[in-house]
C-alpha cells in the first residue's frame, strides 16, 4: 500500500495530508495565491530570480503552510466569505466546523478585527459542504487556526482596503486621505465619515485587490486578535438550549430510527423480527440496511433499522428484533491475546521507517541496555453527543443536516452512495456536541439517507445510542510501544531502538498491517533527541475492528512511552528527569529532517519543514516554563510527586507538569497540572487555554479510565457505567495553561489536540515520584499503587 | 395514553406511553430539544431537569411519574440568559462544544436554590453526576461559585 494509492482511494480526508507527506521537502507544495517571494525566500532562493513584481511598501508577505495542498486548498477571495448589509452588519461565512474549539467564532474575529469591523455587528453563518467554493473544510488535524489564519486576515484586510478605495472615491480624495476605523470609513483632511453599510454596495462592486498590494494592520491596532476578549459567538444559544447540534435538528412529519448494528466488525444480521418489533407503539418500519464488506471505510456497517415515531419507540422496537448475527472473520478478537501477540512481535524487528547512525551495533556494544515496553488499549471518543444525522432522500435531491466534522466528505459520500450528483446533495453543519475525530466518518449520514429513502422521502433523523457509540466505533489503534536504550560507561544515551506495533488506521480503507507516515509521523520517527544511533522499527499486524483517528491520535501511545521511557532512564542513572529530558533533547535546533538526510517515512503534519522545523530550542523553552510554574525540585510530602513529559504534535510544543496525591487505597488525585504551550501565534489566547485545560482533563481520563476490550469479537464496554469520565469529583483542581507569547510571524500552529498527549506520561512520572511504583499499561489499574 | 403536566409554565397534554422517559416527550413530542440524550441511563446528566424545583434526570424520570407535575427545561430557566448561573458561564466562558451545558447549568441552577453557599465539596457532590467530554470541569465549578457570590 502506497500513499499514492491511499490518495486515490480515500478522496475527502487524507489526500492532503497524503500528499504533503509525500513532498515532505516543501518544494513540492503549490502555492497559487500566495507570495512566491516569502516562499521562495523561505528556500533561500530568492536571489536566483530576478523578475518578481514590485511589492507595495509593508505588503503582506504570507508563509506557505500545507493548506494549499489540501484537498480544494485554500481561498483567499473575500466576495465568498464576507458581505455587508446597507445597515452595516458583517455576515462572515465560517467554514470549519465548530465542535468545540471556538473555531467557528476565533476564525471569523480574525477576519473581522482585520476588517475594523465591530464584532458587536458581525453575524456569523456556517458554510454548508462546499469545498469546491470555500476551501478545505475537513475540521480534523488541529487545522483550522494554522492554515486559515492568513486568508482570514488577507481577506479582512482585503475588504477594508475596498471600503477605503470606495469611500475615496465617493470623496474624491486619493486613498492615501481616507482610513478605515472601527467600522466606518473616515476622510484624514476633514474629518467626515461613511459607515461600512453606507459604502458596502460601491466597495463589494471593485475588484479584490492583490495580495501584494494589501497592507495588514500592526499588531498593535489588533483589538481581538490575540486578545482573548471575544466571547463565543454561540455563548447565549448554549446557555439558553437553543443551540442546534446534530440530534436537535426538527423537519416537518420527521421519523426517529436507532439501527442495530454487527456487535463484531465484518458481521451480518442472518434473521430478525420484524413483526415483534412492529408491534411496539409507535413504531413504523422496520428496514435493514446493507453492510459494507471490509474494510468498510465511511460506509455504513449495515445491520437492522428501527424507524418510529419518537427516538423512545425506535429503541422500544430495537429491543424486540432478536436479531441473529453471523460474526464473520473477526469473532475471535480477543483484547489479552491481541495484546500478547503484540508483545511478542515488538520484541522482533520489524519494518524500518527510520534509520540514523548504527542503532543495532550500538546497542550490541553499550554497557547498559536498558528496555521497556509500554501498552494503549482501544479508546472510544464518547463525544456527549453520539453520532446524529437527519436526511430527507426525495425527488433525486438528498438534504442532510449532520454533525460533520468533514462536511464535504460526507457530501460526496452521500452522492456516491444514493448515485446522486454531489451538486443534488446539501449537507448543513450543525454544531457538534464533540468531535474529537469520530464526525470526520460520515457513515451515520448515510444510514440516515438510506433510511430516508426506504421511508419514501420522509425525514429521519437517526440517533446513535450511547451504546452504539462504544460498540460500533472507529476506535482509536491499541498499541505496544517498546524502547532499548543503549548506555556507555558514562552514562550516556548512545542508542535508542523504538518499536511501535499498532492495527492502523489505513486499515479501514485497505488491507494493511503496517502503520503509514501519518502515524509513524505522531511521535515516533520525528523524535527529536540528539541521540547518534536512532532506529525506528514497526512490526505487523492485522486488525480486527475500524480504526480511526482519536483527539491526537499516535501521539497518545508515542508520548506514553517516550515519556514514561525518559524517566524511567534518569531514574536508572540516578539524575534528574528534567536534566536528562533537556540533555537528550541536545541543544536547541532546528532540525529539518529532510535536509538532514534523515532516511525513514517522515510526515510534518502536511506542513512544510521549512516553516514549521522541529525545534528543539522551543521544546526546552515549554520544558523549563513548565518546570518553572510547577517549581519542579521542591520538597514533597509522602505519597504525592511531580511528574513532568514533553511531545511536540500537530507542530505545537508542549511541557505539562502534573502533580499527583497517592492515597493509602490507591486513589489518585491530582492537586495541579501547570502545561506550557508553544503553538507559535496566538490567535485567541482564551480559547487556546480553555483547550488545554479540557485536554489536561481528557488525559487524565485515558490515564485511568478508558479502555474498549473486546471478547468474542465483541467490545465489552457499553455505556458510561463500564467506559468511566473523569467528573466533577476527581478532576485536575487547577489546570494553568501558561502560553508562549510570539509575535504573528511565528506561524500558528495546533491547539486542539496536542495538550491530550503529555498528561498521561506526566501523571504516571509523578506517580512514581510519589509512590516509587511504574505503571507501562494504560488505564492505570489504581490497584497497584495501594500502600503495602 | 395521555399525560398532563406543565413544562416551562406552559400546561401541555402528550400522547404517549406512560414508561416513556420524560426526556422524549420533551425532546421529540414537544419539539423542547434544548434538553440533550447522553447516555439513556442516567450515568451522564446530559438530561438534567427540573420537576417541581428539584433537579431529576429526564433520560430516567417516566412520563406518568410527571403527570400534573411542573417541569423546567433550560429554555425555560431564562430565556434571555439572565438567570445567575447563565450569566456566571458566560462571563467564566464555561462551554466548549457547549452540549452538556444545558444538563450542567440545571444542574447547578438547582443546587444553589437549595444552598445559597456551597461549599466546594458540596458542588463537586452535586455536579458529580454531570459529564463534559471537553473538560470544563474547572471553569463549571468556577462558574457555580461565581453564581452563588453574585455575576
Request: net charge neutral; with cysteine; hydrophobic share 40%.
Amino acid at each position: 500500500m502506497t500513499l499514492q494509492s491511499f490518495v486515490a482511494l480515500r478522496e475527502g480526508w487524507t489526500p492532503g495530508r497524503a500528499a504533503a507527506a509525500l513532498s515532505a521537502a516543501p518544494t513540492a507544495l503549490t502555492l497559487s495565491n500566495v507570495s512566491r517571494r516569502s516562499f521562495l525566500e523561505i528556500l533561500g532562493l530568492a536571489g536566483t530570480f530576478t523578475v518578481m513584481a514590485p511589492l507595495a511598501a509593508g505588503a503582506y508577505e504570507p508563509y506557505p503552510t500545507g493548506g494549499e495542498a489540501m484537498p480544494r486548498g485554500l481561498v483567499w477571495d473575500p466576495k465568498v466569505f464576507v458581505s455587508i448589509a446597507p445597515d452595516g452588519t458583517v455576515t462572515i461565512t465560517a467554514h470549519r466546523s465548530e465542535m468545540g474549539t471556538g473555531v467557528r467564532t476565533s476564525l471569523p474575529m480574525v477576519l473581522a478585527d482585520e476588517l475594523g469591523a465591530d464584532w458587536a455587528k458581525v453575524k456569523i453563518v456556517q458554510a454548508p459542504g462546499d469545498e469546491p467554493t470555500y476551501g478545505n473544510q475537513d475540521t480534523d488535524g488541529s487545522r483550522s487556526m494554522r492554515h486559515h489564519i492568513q486568508t482570514m486576515r488577507v481577506m479582512g484586510a482585503a475588504v477594508r482596503t475596498m471600503l477605503e478605495q470606495a469611500a475615496a472615491k465617493a470623496w474624491g480624495v486619493p486613498p492615501s486621505q481616507v482610513e478605515a476605523r472601527v467600522h466606518v470609513v473616515v476622510d484624514k483632511a476633514t474629518g467626515r465619515q461613511a459607515g461600512f453599510g453606507e459604502l458596502a454596495k460601491a466597495a463589494m462592486d471593485l475588484p479584490v485587490p492583490p495580495i501584494e498590494d494589501l497592507v495588514l494592520k500592526p499588531e498593535s491596532a489588533f483589538r481581538y486578535i490575540g486578545k482573548g476578549n471575544v466571547p463565543l459567538y454561540d455563548m447565549k444559544a448554549i446557555v439558553t438550549g437553543t443551540a442546534v447540534y446534530g440530534s436537535d435538528v426538527r423537519r416537518p412529519g420527521q421519523l426517529y430510527a436507532v439501527v442495530a448494528r454487527p456487535p463484531v466488525y465484518g458481521g451480518r444480521a442472518k434473521s430478525w423480527d420484524a413483526a415483534a418489533a412492529k408491534a411496539v407503539p409507535g413504531v413504523v418500519e422496520v428496514i435493514e440496511i446493507p453492510g459494507t464488506p471490509e474494510p468498510a471505510a465511511f460506509m455504513p456497517m449495515g445491520g437492522v433499522a428501527v424507524v418510529g415515531k419518537t427516538t423512545w419507540a425506535a429503541i422500544q422496537g430495537r429491543e424486540k428484533l432478536n436479531v441473529q448475527w453471523e460474526d464473520g472473520p473477526n469473532a475471535s478478537y480477543d483484547s489479552a491475546a491481541y495484546a500478547k501477540r503484540m508483545r511478542e512481535i515488538a520484541a522482533k524487528p520489524g519494518k524500518v521507517v527510520r534509520d540514523q547512525g548504527d542503532a543495532e551495533a550500538a546497542l550490541a556494544k553499550a554497557a547498559k541496555v536498558y528496555t521497556a515496553e509500554y501498552y494503549q488499549p482501544h479508546m472510544a471518543h464518547a463525544s456527549m453527543e453520539t453520532p446524529h444525522a437527519l436526511a430527507i432522500v426525495a425527488g433525486g435531491r438528498c438534504e442532510c443536516w449532520a454533525p460533520a466534522q468533514s462536511p464535504y466528505a460526507v457530501r460526496t459520500d452521500l452522492a456516491k452512495f444514493l448515485g446522486l450528483d454531489p451538486a443534488d446533495v446539501t449537507v448543513h453543519v450543525t454544531l457538534l456536541g464533540g468531535g474529537f475525530g469520530r464526525k470526520s466518518k460520515g457513515d451515520f449520514a448515510l444510514e440516515a439517507a438510506y433510511l430516508s429513502k426506504a421511508m419514501g422521502g420522509a425525514p429521519v433523523l437517526l440517533t446513535w445510542t450511547r451504546e452504539d457509540d462504544l460498540r460500533n466505533s472507529y476506535y482509536h489503534t491499541t498499541s505496544v510501544e517498546r524502547i532499548e536504550a543503549g548506555i556507555d560507561e558514562k552514562g550516556k544515551v548512545v542508542a535508542w531502538r523504538h518499536r511501535s506495533v499498532a492495527p492502523t488506521i489505513l486499515s479501514t480503507f485497505a488491507p494493511a498491517e503496517h502503520q503509514f507516515a501519518i502515524e509513524l509521523g505522531m511521535g515516533l520517527v520525528d523524535n527529536p533527541f540528539d541521540i547518534p544511533n536512532l532506529r525506528c522499527e514497526n512490526g505487523a499486524i492485522k486488525n480486527h475492528v475500524r480504526i480511526g483517528w482519536f483527539r491526537s491520535v499516535s501521539n497518545i501511545p508515542r508520548a506514553w512511552a517516550v515519556q514514561s521511557f525518559v524517566c524511567e532512564l534518569a531514574h536508572e542513572l540516578k539524575r534528574d528527569h528534567k536534566e536528562l529530558l533537556l540533555e537528550l533533547l541536545g541543544p536547541p535546533r532546528k532540525i529539518d529532517p529532510v535536509a538532514a538526510g534523515i532516511e525513514g517515512e517522515l510526515w510534518n503534519y502536511g506542513d512544510p519543514y521549512a516553516v514549521y522545523p522541529i525545534d528543539t530550542g522551543r521544546l526546552r523553552a515549554v520544558v523549563e516554563l513548565a518546570c518553572e510554574k510547577a517549581g519542579w525540585g521542591r520538597k514533597m510530602a509522602p505519597r504525592t510527586g511531580l511528574g513532568l513529559a514533553v511531545h511536540r504534535s500537530f507542530l505545537t510544543y508542549v511541557a505539562s507538569v502534573a502533580e499527583v496525591a497517592v492515597g493509602k487505597d490507591g486513589t489518585v488525585t491530582i492537586p495541579r497540572i501547570d502545561t506550557a504551550v508553544d503553538c507559535g501565534y496566538a490567535a485567541n489566547p482564551e480559547r487556546i487555554r480553555a483547550q488545554f485545560e479540557g485536554a489536561a482533563v481528557m488525559g487524565q481520563t485515558l490515564c485511568f479510565h478508558s479502555a474498549v476490550t473486546f471478547e468474542n469479537g465483541r467490545a465489552q464496554q457499553s455505556n458510561y457505567h463500564d467506559y468511566e469520565m473523569v467528573r466533577m469529583t476527581n478532576f485536575p483542581r487547577e489546570v494553568r495553561v501558561h502560553i508562549v507569547p510570539h509575535p504573528f510571524s511565528v506561524p500558528a500552529a495546533g491547539v486542539g489536540e496536542p495538550g491530550v498527549p503529555p498528561i498521561a506520561p506526566a501523571i504516571a512520572n509523578a506517580i512514581f515520584a510519589a509512590t516509587g511504583k511504574r505503571i507501562r499499561d494504560l488505564p492505570i489499574d489504581t490497584r497497584l499503587l495501594r500502600e503495602a | 395514553m395521555a399525560i398532563e403536566f406543565t413544562v416551562n409554565g406552559r400546561a401541555v397534554r402528550v400522547e404517549a406511553p406512560g414508561e416513556m422517559p420524560v426526556l422524549w416527550a420533551l425532546r421529540d413530542i414537544l419539539n423542547l430539544t434544548g434538553t440533550k440524550y447522553g447516555c439513556g441511563i442516567g450515568a451522564c446528566g446530559a438530561c438534567t431537569i427540573h420537576m417541581d424545583g428539584k433537579a431529576v434526570l429526564g433520560c430516567v424520570v417516566q412520563l406518568r411519574e410527571a403527570a400534573g407535575k411542573s417541569i423546567t427545561t433550560i429554555e425555560g430557566l431564562d430565556p434571555e440568559g439572565n438567570h445567575p448561573v447563565q450569566k456566571a458561564w458566560a462571563q467564566l466562558g464555561v462551554p466548549q462544544c457547549g452540549y452538556c451545558q444545558a444538563g450542567q447549568i440545571m444542574r447547578a441552577a438547582a443546587l444553589l436554590a437549595e444552598k445559597k453557599n456551597p461549599t466546594d465539596a458540596e458542588i463537586d457532590e452535586a455536579m458529580a453526576g454531570n459529564i463534559c467530554r471537553c473538560g470544563c470541569y474547572q471553569r463549571i465549578h468556577a462558574a457555580v461559585r461565581l453564581a452563588a457570590t453574585g455575576v
